[in-house]
């Protein structure tokens, strides 16, 4: 195959995560108002965190006219502050909760890797920021939720990820373990 590439120039495509699609594949999906309680928990909590730590609605106390371009670039910085800290929230719940921030461990729903067994730093920090690409998008991004076969929002497709529900899934191990014993 590498000799007919050298050859020819073209490639192929080559599936890489088969493997792993496959040990997934037959998993409960979580449902969309699980989802949205979810995230709304872990944005409460987001909420919570700024207010005890003072980090919400701190601006500059220098007084700019409001529509100038000094006060546009304060309105930026503290936009890009809000997507920092939500981000770092979302990595460090995701990645230190095995696929579980608060809300998701709340609501008995999990967050799975399509390409590796355990949900890593990278894939923590795309999903944190595709809840920005999935608002941004007027929140269609989470209402794609109902046309993807696979249930998969913006943020799950960027970042590679499914959301199981963990109760339907230790029903459906139990209910395989009694199989095999009988």
């Avoid at 939500?86 to 799975?112: D, E, H």
């Avoid at 890593?120 to 941004?136: C, D, K, M, P, T």
């Amino acid at each position: 195959m590498l000799k007919l590439e050298k050859l020819t120039g073209k490639r192929e495509f080559r599936a890489h995560e088969t493997h792993r699609m496959d040990e997934l594949n037959g998993l409960p999906l979580a449902s969309f108002k699980r989802r949205g309680i979810a995230i709304a928990i872990d944005f409460a909590i987001i909420a919570a965190l700024k207010l005890i730590f003072g980090m919400h609605g701190h601006k500059e106390e220098i007084e700019v006219p409001k529509g100038s371009f000094a006060w546009m670039l304060m309105e930026a910085k503290e936009t890009v502050l809000e997507l920092v800290e939500s981000t770092f929230y979302f990595a460090v719940a995701l990645k230190f909760g095995k696929g579980q921030t608060p809300g998701k461990w709340l609501m008995k729903i999990k967050v799975l890797s399509l390409t590796h067994h355990e949900i890593g730093w990278w894939q923590s920090i795309e999903r944190g920021l595709g809840y920005g690409a999935s608002i941004l998008e007027g929140g269609f991004g989470f209402l794609q939720y109902y046309i993807n076969r696979n249930r998969m929002t913006v943020h799950d497709r960027i970042a590679e990820t499914i959301v199981v529900d963990v109760v339907a899934d230790a029903d459906a191990v139990s209910v395989d373990d009694e199989r095999d014993e009988l």
